[in-house]
Each structure stands twice: as structure tokens, then as C-alpha cells.
Nanobody
């Protein structure tokens, strides 16, 4: 069983910062790629940032230079540091984790419950 718990969302003013965290619990698996997605009202869910098992990162163009994704493998946690936040960053942010079960090589994707980020003055 794999369970993801997200934290760190909230209400901030434009230009402010938030740090999101997503921790994986359970046993019988290893973590491969980890990432963050977001979905604004009336819009499709989009990729924000991803980080590979080797630490390689990719970002959506609009967040480059402002957001930083990182991971702590010992804590089985992925983070998203969000700086210089803009109103257009307002969305529900979802953690996504690709895991490999110890019983086989098949890759399986899991989603966190989502955390609301609101940027408003």
C-alpha cells in the first residue's frame, strides 16, 4: 500500500513564498520519479515540475526561476519551494509519485489528495 500526504498550501500575497511537501508512506516499493501538478478552476491539470530518481529536474516554463523541486529520499518526501508567487499560480497542487513494487518491475503512479494554493492581495 502507498499513501501520499501533502502539506504546505495556503493563502499568500503576490510576491510571497510557500513550500509544499508530499510524503510517501507504506512499504514494499521504491520511488522513481516524483512531481507536482496543478489544476486551476475550469482548466485542465498541468505539469509544474518533475524530478527523477537521479535528481534531474524539469519545469513548466511559467515557473522557471521561481519554483524549485527537490527530494529527500531518506524521508521519502518531495518538496516544491515556490517563490515570487503570482495570482496566476492559484490552483490546487497535486503530488504525483511513480513507484516500483518490490515484487516486480511494473511502474505505478499515485496521486496525493491535493493542497490549495491561493495568491491574492
Amino acid at each position: 500500500q502507498v499513501h501520499l500526504v501533502e502539506s504546505g498550501g495556503g493563502l499568500v500575497q503576490p510576491g510571497g513564498s510557500l513550500r509544499l511537501a508530499c510524503a510517501a508512506s507504506g512499504s514494499g516499493f521504491s520511488i522513481n520519479r516524483m512531481g507536482w501538478y496543478r489544476q486551476a478552476p475550469g482548466k485542465q491539470r498541468e505539469l509544474v515540475a518533475i524530478i527523477s530518481s537521479g535528481g534531474n529536474t524539469n519545469y513548466e516554463d511559467s515557473v522557471k526561476g521561481r519554483f524549485t523541486i527537490s527530494r529527500d529520499n531518506a524521508k521519502r518526501t518531495v518538496y516544491l519551494q515556490m517563490n515570487s508567487l503570482k495570482p496566476e499560480d492559484t490552483a490546487v497542487y497535486y503530488c504525483n509519485v511513480d513507484i516500483i513494487k518490490d515484487s516486480g518491475p511494473r511502474l505505478t503512479s499515485y496521486w496525493g489528495q491535493g493542497t490549495q494554493v491561493t495568491v491574492s492581495s
